[in-house]
């Protein structure tokens, strides 16, 4: 099935680096998880994975061959910011959209029925699309992604606006057109959902890619440095230990602490101190820092590298 | 470029427009509109003449132009000689007794003197024309009759001398002046002048509409923004055309319709035509005379309203692309609306020398071409190589321009925030 490969990829806005020579893979069956903070340079990487702009230099390769408007007839494309024309009804919606992906009138009517029965939506068919509620509209583009049968799905922030048993319901059938041996791309600010869905991820900071690989893999590179404890009593050693340079705080609450080793630090000194001055310890574990952290230590690197070397982006 | 996706979007973009409740409106009201407009001042001048009786005393100092006048007074107007003191009669049009006076003093048949006619109230232009035809025509007629002028001096003076224009063509000469050829070509040129303006701004307001509710990255996921951005004017192009359509079968069934319904109404005695006359000619004799349009003419305006159409459509939706609300437009439009505007100044000036090398060349430019090309087609024989040159200038200043507003068009769908200077956009046209 579908196999995407940036190679080497590079856009320009006038004297603005968007996207810096980048390049990461994308597998059937998987869903790669592509993170970065605002102005990493994500939204134009998809735009061009879809051909809805060219790169200045490198290339996109959708199995084996260049992107351009026949790859976009397989792929589906869910962008964060979306939108529908609000004065067609919905079925009508579905099927121009579905036609313009190259589908004939019948199959796009067929599969939008399909699709409208299994979102529970089959009576919105003839409603004008503004008579919808947000997440209603939200469910109507998600179907017009998948109407024709795409290889490749781009999800940006797809679960934003729904409620939560909608958002369960979508998280099944990302995962079944993961079954399905589709090549999936999700876009996320969320850590915790890319941690739940993503088999592979791929990190971008000030247009360049700065993390990337399966997803445990990454987290493993990490190291166990990271200690979750679970207690009763005074919490003052935290204060202490922190003082000391020896850990840096994740998050705490009265009764939690989720710790970060700083290098050099062993951990049994913190479980001494812990044992000692809580009156009692529930737990003590040894983890692998969650997704959250690695961005927040990674883009922050990269933040720092940019101020130490403040030649800006365009002239590197 | 996919032709099937550009035809997919403009069959959306039609169907979309056409059957949508302001479509229909605006297509069964705007002709109703200008039979109301066209129809308004007689039917205004028709109530006023039924309500307006005007009782009118009459000071006569010559004492020989009262018993004339009161016998012309015709139906609205009924004179009141009177021999009370002018104070008096004064008092008596204050009181609301007569509409007002006319003062003849003694002088007037002589020559020098001038009549003068009082009342509270102005009385509007038909009082004055009919009072100013009555006391000229009996006055004029006494100093005839003073002077001892003959009856054929007399009948002389009161004839009225008409003159007829007879156009000169291949086919002889034609009935009809170049009057109502000239009433046609201003009223093309206005029609295709608004058309594009009114359409053009469905186009630019279609694009941010689609751009402000971010359906435009779902859409150029799927189809090249240049195939979106064809589709749309094509589309909102077909609409228009059909909406013209429309309004022409519209206007001609109506003048059609004037004929026959004037067999209805009247005997064809009371227009002076003779009797068993045909409706063509009675309509003729009743002066309503709608000169036939050459077909060339129309299929000529029909090209050119197209040709103007697609060109200052890709203007406005290059503009639309660029801001998120109609009103960020404004600045950015001066550039489109100039060019639009500036040969509805030029109007008169071609007009009154529709053959003048300054004409010919303004007919020319593509910007201008749609409204004057088709006014001097209409008002004045143009030879066939000079529209068809401008009809090519005009086709070749669309391609140029619909590829460069749609290279600012790709951009310019995609770039939120703040409203791009004009500089910007054209920088825009130049990116990878």
Redesign the interface.
Known sequence: MAHLSVENVTKRYGDTVAVDDVSFEARPGRILGLLGPNGAGKTSTIRMITYIMVPDAGTIRFDGQSVGPWSQQRMGYLPEERGLYKRLRVKEQLVYLGTLKGLSRAEAADRADHWLGRFDATEWADLETKELSKGMQQKVQFIATLLHDPSLLIFDEPFSGLDPINADLLRDIILELRRDDRTILFASHRMEQVEQLCDDICLMAQGDVVLQGPLREVKEQFGQNTLVLEFDGDDAFIDELEAEGRVRVHSRSAHRAELHLTDGTEARPVLDRALDRTDALYRYERVAPPLNEIFVEVVGEAEAERLRDPTPAAER | M?VQ?IW??LR?EFW?RVR?TAFLLATVLVPIGFVALGAAPALFGYLAGQTSQHTIAIVDETGRLADSLGADAGEQLTFRPTDAPEDSVRAAVRAGRYDGYLHLPASLLGGTGEATYFSTEGGGLSLRAQLDTRVNGTVRARRLEAAGASDTVRSIVGSDVSLATRKLSAEGTTADSSLAYTAIGYAMAFIIYLAVLFYGQFVMQGVIE?KS???V?????????FELLMGKVLGIGAMGLAQMLTWAAVGLGGSAAVGPLLVLFFDPSDLGAPEGASAAAMQEAAGVTIPTIPLDLVVWFLLFFLGGFLLYAALFAAVGSAVEQQQDAQSLLIPVMTPLILPILFLIFVIEAPNATASVVLSMVPFFSPILMVLRAAITSVPVWQIVVSFALLIATFVGTIWVAGRVYRVGI?SYGKTPSLREIV?WAT??
């Open positions: 996919s996706k997919l979007i959306s979309r949508s689609e509710n971010r359906v990255e779902i859409i150029v996921s799927s189809v090249r923004p995609l920088r990116y990878e």
